[in-house]
């Protein structure tokens, strides 16, 4: 899945889910604003947490993916000096 999708969707989610929770909240304004606040800087250090997974996750798919090309390079170079080897040794 696209990195940039899987962000936007989770920022589109948490955008609805804290306007649906306004909109049908038990309480007046004042308290949902109050509960807001409290509550915003623990949704701020998850979300945090998770993009911060996410990246770390890319990462090593990133290093993986780079080693077996470097390796799979390494493999058609030797292949190729073979053959040249071959070639001038006829």
């Not at 949902?32 to 409290?38: A, M, S």
């Not at 945090?48 to 990133?62: A, Q």
Request: aromatic share 4%; hydrophobic share 40%; proline share 1%.
């Amino acid at each position: 899945m696209n990195t940039g999708k899987l962000l936007l969707g989770v920022l589109a989610g948490a955008a609805t889910g804290a306007l649906l929770g306004v909109l049908f909240a038990p309480h007046k304004g004042s308290v949902t604003r109050k509960k807001i606040v409290r509550n915003s800087g623990a949704f701020a250090d998850g979300v945090k947490g998770k993009i911060n997974d996410l990246l770390d996750d890319i990462t090593e798919k990133f290093d993986k993916v780079k080693e077996e090309v470097s390796e799979f390079a390494d493999q058609k170079m030797n292949k190729n000096g073979e053959v040249k080897k071959e070639v001038k040794a006829t």
